[in-house]
């Protein structure tokens, strides 16, 4: 299905949108309260009425805010992935395509072209309705920005028609009855997601004015070519290298007879890649990434153009470390992380657990996030055992500890470090996050949020790892509860942190998270993580509370994922969050002037 979307969908500005006071700022670096500062409160109310600027669209919804080389490393050994459509492998094309499954382009300029001019940001900050769809809910967004080209954004999301409101409550036989999952005690899911194609999906959006407007692309034909079983797709990574060549991946599931004998969460499935050169126009199926499914996460380096996705989930999934999605994959017990790289997302790296040879009895890069630029990779992950932190961190690092790592060589080897954290601290599990200077080689900067939730702690490394400043501070309440952060790299080296506050505005009597509404916040670096702008509030209206629906498994982490930001080098923030103001969970998304966030 293509359609249209013409902006922003228009809602009432939510009355009992709280402003923040100045009193609760907290200034990265410093710890001195915003009137210590001089400095007026960055909230933001809404104006009485949507205003209209030649540069903004009619129907988004405003406020007011201050305007404002070449791969030098050589390719580490690569294997080809099997083609299943004739058991071969895949012919070595110029650009990685398959035509078996491409979609045929539309009849335009390519999205990808060097000569672009930035159309002009909106002066005000706008928050536009991406999915515009109430009959699935989505979640897990991600966002990329063509680094050619900052008019054209793509937008990637997760979708299911499982856990809609229509599904509750679930009609036994039909795709919303909810059955069990094999093993895992108590989780359940829709019948649907194993018996109807689309149930549960991926969706994708592109825009070529530079996130004012949104077309949804027809991927639905986009699975392995003779495979089309293969009919499940989850959440994933997307990125653009410099070329403009944009690479999904996702969990490409093959059910099997998950309905009636249910033994695993995912029977089979591996992390599957689709690939555009056209500036997500069209898109063609070219690979599975060998890792497998759960979790992935992905990136680019924008240096080398190599694509890396990590994935797999220990303790759950039963797969072997080469997935595929069929069902002949090999079996085993999933003990790690893996992690494979791409120069065309055909022909990948032999897949390498990030706890490396060996280390994989310390099972253990949980939900590893991973960045590269110049070369160099990096992974991040939390481990809380001594042994495990002796192992990847040496003899100073104690638990619970961070550990560092970076490969030249996409995992084969790997040269291990510890973030240097205060005794006794202890991160959110899923809030350890990443970012890779393109334009300084060895600088990477590390972003923590707390085990409460109440604060970042940023560390930078500007020698890969063996040495580190910080932790910088970041928060815009330490009162408040934060959760599903991203952070995003420019291609000129500037750093970003986005992330969500659950706020007691409209929240019920007793109301904990994840069943509470949240704003969406964010801070930009020019200095790659050693000062922070003053967090700016990107949301317009508080989401209201995610629902607690009995039927939902997920409900307990209320709105299914992470969230997402992209940075374009011309002035450009983009920020795209799960959002439930249009009564379903949707998919918002703001494009900020780099000149709104204050110094």
């Not at 080398?304 to 999605?325: E, Q």
């Not at 409900?555 to 983009?574: C, E, L, R, T």
């Not at 920020?575 to 110094?599: K, Q």
């Amino acid at each position: 299905m293509n359609r249209k979307m013409t902006t922003a969908m228009v809602f009432a500005c939510l009355g009992a949108m709280v402003a923040c006071d100045s009193s609760d700022m907290v200034i990265a670096s410093t710890g001195v309260s915003a009137p210590e500062q001089g400095m007026p409160s960055p909230a933001v109310s809404p104006p009485a009425a949507p205003t209209t600027e030649p540069d903004q669209p009619a129907s988004a919804i405003s406020v007011d805010s201050e305007p404002s080389g070449p791969p030098r490393m050589g390719a580490p050994a690569t294997r080809a992935m099997p083609d299943m459509k004739s058991g071969g492998d895949l012919p070595d094309t110029t650009d990685g395509q398959t035509d078996a499954s491409a979609i045929e382009p539309a009849a335009s300029d390519a999205g990808a072209a060097a000569d672009h001019q930035p159309i002009p940001l909106p002066s005000e900050i706008t928050n536009v309705d991406v999915t515009q769809d109430t009959t699935r809910r989505f979640g897990a967004p991600h966002v990329a920005v063509n680094p050619s080209d900052p008019n054209n954004i793509v937008v990637l999301a997760s979708s299911n028609l499982g856990y809609t409101r229509a599904c509750v409550p679930p009609t036994r036989g039909s795709d919303c009855e909810m059955i069990p999952v094999g093993e895992i005690p108590l989780l359940t899911q829709p019948r649907g997601f194993a018996r109807t194609p689309g149930f549960m999906d991926i969706g994708v959006f592109v825009s070529f004015d530079r996130g004012q407007t949104f077309e949804q692309i027809d991927i639905a034909d986009l699975v392995p070519p003779g495979h089309p079983e293969v009919r499940a797709r989850g959440e994933g990574p997307i990125a653009a290298t410099m070329d403009g060549t944009f690479y999904i991946g996702f969990n490409a599931i093959n059910w099997g007879n998950w309905e009636s004998e249910p033994r695993s969460f995912f029977p089979n499935g591996g992390v599957g890649v689709i690939k555009s050169t056209d500036g997500g126009r069209s898109w063609q199926w070219v690979s599975y990434s060998g890792t497998p499914a759960d979790w992935p996460y992905g990136g680019a380096d924008l240096v080398t153009g190599r694509f890396y996705v990590t994935s797999g989930l220990a303790g759950i999934s039963n797969l072997g470390p080469r997935s595929t999605g069929l069902p002949d994959s090999p079996p085993g017990q999933i003990t790690d992380r893996w992690i494979s790289s791409t120069l065309d997302g055909t022909t990948w790296t032999e897949p390498q657990p990030l706890g490396g040879p060996n280390g994989r009895g310390h099972m253990g890069a949980n939900h590893s996030s991973v960045a590269a630029a110049n070369g160099t990779m990096a992974t991040l992950f939390l481990k809380t055992d001594r042994a495990g932190c002796t192992f990847f961190g040496g003899s100073s690092a104690r638990p619970p500890c961070v550990v560092f790592q970076t490969s030249t060589d996409s995992g084969a080897t790997w040269s291990r470090h510890h973030v240097p954290t205060p005794t006794g601290f202890t991160p959110a599990a899923l809030s350890v996050l990443l970012g890779a200077d393109p334009t300084r080689e060895g600088h990477f900067t590390v972003v923590l949020l707390d085990e409460s939730g109440a604060e970042f702690s940023v560390y930078k490394t500007k020698d890969a790892g063996v040495s580190w400043t910080g932790p910088v501070k970041v928060t815009e309440d330490p009162a408040k509860t934060h959760f599903a952060p991203f952070v995003a790299n420019s291609p000129n080296g500037e750093f970003g942190i986005m992330w969500r506050s659950y706020e007691r505005d409209m929240a019920g009597l007793g109301a904990r998270p994840p069943f509470m509404p949240y704003s969406v916040w964010a801070v930009i670096s020019r200095d790659g993580g050693e000062t922070f702008s003053r967090p700016l509030r990107v949301s317009l209206a508080n989401s209201p509370s995610p629902p607690n629906d009995p039927s939902d498994s997920f409900s307990i982490i209320g709105d299914h994922g992470p969230s997402g930001m992209a940075m374009d080098g011309d002035g450009g923030v983009y920020v795209v969050w799960a959002d439930w103001t249009p009564g379903e969970r949707a998919i918002f998304f703001s494009a900020i002037r780099a000149e709104a966030f204050e110094f």
